[in-house]
């Protein structure tokens, strides 16, 4: 039966190439393909790598040339009488019927694969994911198959070539528009999840993203069964033809018709299988990641996941509804009894629509939704709820989608990575439940508590008050912890070789109280467990509350119970200028992002420290610290903390023009003490993002103003080897714009005993320029708006530094020490008007001044310096977000990426690295467009050359053949 099919098979392929006509409808397709791909989706303009527009179209395409190929395949037969011939020789109607669709299907094969130079161009241009690409040529075959039979049994019911090209078009284009988003937004989302389910098309789109579902591929496979068996029960009632009725008959109606029940009849079966699929994706993008599923599985009590969606919502939502669906079954497979998922529409139920108003804040959103004929608003409800005990987060529509817009009419909505939303709210609440319990509920491993304190007749007497109210703290937390809390208390001034371990190791040096009083004393705490140990920062105020927030901070750093706090040390809380809202530009965009995830702590550190709780210190565009300030942040440094530093020696800040001024931040010498400096000038590089730039065009004699993006080199585009592949901080981030940004400079000898890493650097035509006028000149010098420097080379923009540091008061008396007016009041107010800078500022009542210095840091100090004050910047932030019609959070994931890294959360980075961050193409080569495109069309005519030349071979191989058997004859 094989051979007999394949033979019937060869014969159909070569009928179909034996007239120009299977030529015409390939070059036709292709013809169309590559229109739509570069001009009707504005491939270039679009400025992603990746082939959504080939298969966006697709299935419209093999509609009609599916339609045009299957035409002629039993309609010719029964046109030129040779159907009767078919149905009476040897060869049963089954084997004609396999035959010709194997023959329809390669002839489909061949017009697909004559289409791989275009997801082969896009690999050449960026970063192209394979994973969607191969599943949309498996979703396109599995299509065409689909799609081949209907045409095949539509031919086989008439003798018209015209009447079966149309009728197979209506068919086929009625399983594409039954998913299609036009019709599913006239309905709500439960029947729209039915039509999805039917619609040829919305199962397409579903392996396209890289998906192989078995549900969808059976489906496909069900409607190629189920026609043609309809194909082979029409060519038997052919042959039936003038006969009467007969129990033959009904058997044969009753075996297709069973048939195809069981056929259709197993996709309601299989629908309830979820785990039956294949991730193709880079990263696996729509497979719950193993921190998500460790996070469940810390679940003590029932989750609950509700998705609050209303059936009349915006067109560009309605889609994104049953991907969201998808996701949060997932959630519920992967928790079993511990996860409850529901969705809701409160439009529905007055009851939930009152609950999630009042009780979680969620109320509907006015989209606006024009159409042809009129213009409404649509209250609506895109809204997703994660409730664990008395604790919830709730994500809303900006959290989970991504807009993209190239114009006011043409916009891509699209969800962003709604994994770590969700899963980062999954932890929020579930770390916030835990953290209203003790401290040691979710602690580990025993930890050890260590105080190096010196006798009471050595302690000033503010501190023996101090150190009766440590030994109440430490005997109640030993109570709580129920053994998992060990208290060690050693005296320095008793072991002189302990004194110097301590100096050695620690940095810990004996303190004094003033410069007045300088009679040493040992008052230093340390927590750890078998694998770190960590400094207990000594509390503003030491009586028994403040000992023992201090250490209960500390017992929550070792425990993965509670959300991590980050200070903040931002534009408008430090510095000279703060107290008059200047100095700085405001953070709020990065601080909501963060603040999903992480305690937000504004802190100015005029204290001189950085305070209790903070488990990383961030500070961002600095101005005029003083010496507490930089005494703070080098004392957090050097108790093994994290130092996120935005800085740099220009400031621009932008509105109707690109303003600079020098800003001395105050830690100029505290960098270069560990070998860090800044480049002359700031980094211009032709890798670049844009400036909307307004240019005056004459059009007809008139003179007209447009505004146009053009490139801008002080917003310099980091990208491949700009991103540090090795690090987790940079290894997702795919592209990340980096404005007005100065180079960082790095003394090799000063870091020998450092581990230093490259997070981000420029391109290698970049250049360094001290000018002040930052507004471009495109009259002379179209291309970038500035000269070309004249030495070019790669620049450090951010860089990690990891070891240990030496304090830069190593030596020094502490800022925190009271002048010599104040000294007779150490612990009330200051009797003088001393110098801010110099350290002479009051201390509060019930403070203690201690004169302690950490001259050295364990190994876990961490320095992460970025050269840009703009980065964070919410002008700049947004600036490049209209320039590239999105809303941008690149700085923000960065960010996050580093407090996630410094913090060791690798569960949440590891979701991150696995988000759809945008695959651009490459800048350089966009400048070539027409090239790539031309390349395109010329590489489809060479495949349909060569097709038409094999083919031509073929046939004169055939020809001799005939002669030579008629000569022999």
């Known amino acids: 039966m094989l051979h007999k099919v394949l033979a019937i098979a060869r014969k159909e392929l070569v009928g179909f190439f034996a007239s120009p006509a299977a030529f015409l409808f390939l070059a036709t397709f292709l013809g169309v ?147 299609a988003d036009t019709l599913t937004s006239l309905v709500g989302y439960r029947a729209a999840a039915w039509l999805h389910a039917l619609g040829a098309g919305s199962r397409f789109s579903s392996i396209t993203r890289g998906v192989l579902d078995l549900r969808d591929l059976y489906y496909y496979f069900s409607i190629t069964a189920v026609f043609l068996a309809l194909n082979r029960l029409s060519l038997e009632k052919l042959r039936w033809a003038g006969n009467p009725a007969s129990a033959d008959h009904r058997r044969w109606y009753w075996g297709v018709g069973l048939l195809c029940a069981n ?43 509700r998705g609050y ?115 980062g709210a999954i932890r929020k609440v579930l770390l916030s439940y835990q953290g209203g319990g003790g401290p040691f509920e979710t602690v580990h491993e025993p930890l050890t508590f260590t105080g190096y304190l010196s006798g009471a007749q050595n302690l000033p007497e503010q501190l023996q008050s101090a150190r009766k109210a440590l ?97 903040v040390l931002g534009p408008h809380n430090g510095g000279p200028m703060a107290a008059f809202g200047g100095g700085g530009q405001n953070i709020s965009v990065l601080r909501d992002g963060m603040s999903a995830s992480v305690h937000w702590l504004d802190a100015d550190l005029t204290s001189g420290q950085v305070p209790a709780e903070a488990d990383l210190l961030m500070v961002l565009d600095p101005e005029g610290l003083d010496s507490r300030q930089v005494f703070a942040i080098d004392q957090f440094l050097m108790q093994g903390g994290s130092v996120v530093l935005a800085t740099a020696p220009t400031d621009v800040s932008i509105g109707q023009s690109v303003v600079t001024r020098p800003v001395n931040s105050g830690l100029e010498q505290w960098l270069a003490g560990f070998g860090v400096s800044f480049g002359k000038g700031l980094v211009l590089d032709p890798q670049s993002g844009a ?33 540090n592949r090795h690090s987790p901080i940079t290894a997702s981030l795919g592209q990340m714009d980096v404005p007005w940004a100065a180079s960082l400079v790095l003394d090799a000898d000063r870091n020998k005993s450092r581990k230093v890493t490259q997070l981000l650097r ?68 200051s009797a003088g008007k001393g110098n801010p800078h110099d350290g002479d500022q009051s201390q509060g009542s019930g403070h203690l001044a201690i004169g302690g210095v950490i001259e050295r840091s364990p190994d876990s100090a961490r320095l992460i310096v970025i050269g840009s004050t703009s980065l964070f910047s919410d002008p700049v932030i947004n600036l490049i977000g209209e320039t ?19 913090l060791e959360d690798q569960g949440l980075l590891s979701i991150r690295s696995r988000g759809h961050f945008a695959r651009t193409l490459s800048p350089l080569s966009r400048k070539r467009e027409q090239f790539w495109e031309y390349l395109n069309y010329g590489l489809a005519l060479g495949g349909l050359t060569l097709v038409w030349l094999f083919n031509r071979q073929r046939r004169r191989r055939l020809a001799a053949r005939h002669r030579q058997l008629l000569q022999e004859g």
């Open 762 to 829: 420029s391109s290698d035509g970049s250049w360094l320029s001290d000018a002040t006028d930052l507004l471009p000149d495109y009259e002379r010098y179209p291309d970038l708006g500035f000269a070309a420097g004249a030495s070019t080379a790669p620049q450090s923009l951010a860089l990690m530094l990891e070891g240990q540091f030496d304090s830069y008061f190593k030596g020094k008396p502490s800022p925190l020490l009271p002048s010599e007016s104040a000294a007779g009041k150490v612990g009330g107010k």
């Open 691 to 723: 400036l909307p730039i307004p240019v005056e065009r004459n059009v007809g004699g008139y003179t007209v103003n447009e505004v146009e993006l053009l490139r801008y080199p002080y917003i310099i585009d980091v990208r491949n080897q700009g991103l």
């Open 471 to 567: 030994d109440a703290v430490l005997q109640q937390l030993e109570k709580e912890a129920g053994g998992k809390f060990k208290v060690v208390l050693q005296n320095p001034d008793d072991d002189p070789a302990l004194a110097a371990r301590l100096t050695r190791d620690y940095g810990f040096r004996p303190m004094v109280v003033s410069l007045l009083d300088s009679r040493p004393f040992w008052f230093y705490m340390t927590l750890g467990d078998r694998r770190q140990t960590e400094q207990v920062p000594l509390p503003a105020t030491l009586d028994q509350a403040g000992l023992k927030a201090a250490l209960e901070a500390a017992v929550k750093r070792f425990s993965p119970g509670f959300l991590k706090t980050v200070a």
């Open 33 to 179: 393909t590559l229109f739509v791909f570069f001009w009707v989706a504005a491939f270039f303009e679009r400025n992603l790598a990746d082939v959504r527009p080939l298969f966006q179209w697709m299935p419209v395409l093999l509609i009609f040339l599916v339609a045009a190929l299957t035409m002629r395949a039993w309609a010719e037969e029964r046109r030129a009488g040779t159907l009767e011939l078919l149905l009476t020789s040897p060869t049963g109607p089954a084997e004609h019927v396999l035959g010709k669709f194997l023959g329809c299907m390669a002839l489909v094969l061949i017009a697909l694969l004559l289409t791989l130079p275009l997801p082969i161009t896009v690999s050449l241009l960026g970063p192209l994911d394979w994973g969607p690409v191969i599943g949309g040529y498996a979703a396109a075959v599995a299509l065409a198959a689909a799609y081949v039979a209907i045409g095949l049994w539509v031919s086989c019911r008439t003798d018209n070539q015209i009447v079966s090209l149309i009728l197979t078009v209506i068919i086929a284009g009625a399983f594409y528009l039954i998913g």
């Open 309 to 423: 969606f209303s059936a009349a919502t915006h067109p560009l939502l309605a889609p994104l509804v049953p991907q969201l669906r998808d996701l949060l079954q997932e959630y519920a497979v992967a928790g079993g009894s511990r996860v409850h998922v529901e969705f809701v529409d409160p439009h529905d139920d007055p009851s939930i629509e009152a609950e999630a108003g009042s009780r979680y804040g969620i109320r509907p959103v006015p989209f606006q939704v024009a159409s042809k004929y009129q213009a409404s608003v649509v209250n609506s409800y895109f809204d997703v709820l994660i409730a664990y005990g008395d604790q919830y987060q709730v994500l809303n529509y900006r959290d989970l989608i991504d807009v993209k817009s190239q114009s006011d009419r043409d916009l891509s909505v699209e969800l962003k990575n709604p994994e770590y939303a969700i899963t």
């Open 263 to 305: 056929m259709l009849g197993a996709n309601l079966w299989l629908d309830q299988i979820g785990w039956a699929r294949v991730d193709l994706t880079a990263g696996r993008l729509y497979t719950l990641s193993d921190a998500t599923r460790n996070y469940l599985a810390e679940l003590q009590e029932p989750l609950l996941i």
């Open 884 to 902: 590239q019609g999105t809303r941008y959070l690149k700085p923000v994931e960065f960010a996050q990426n580093i407090v996630d890294w410094a």
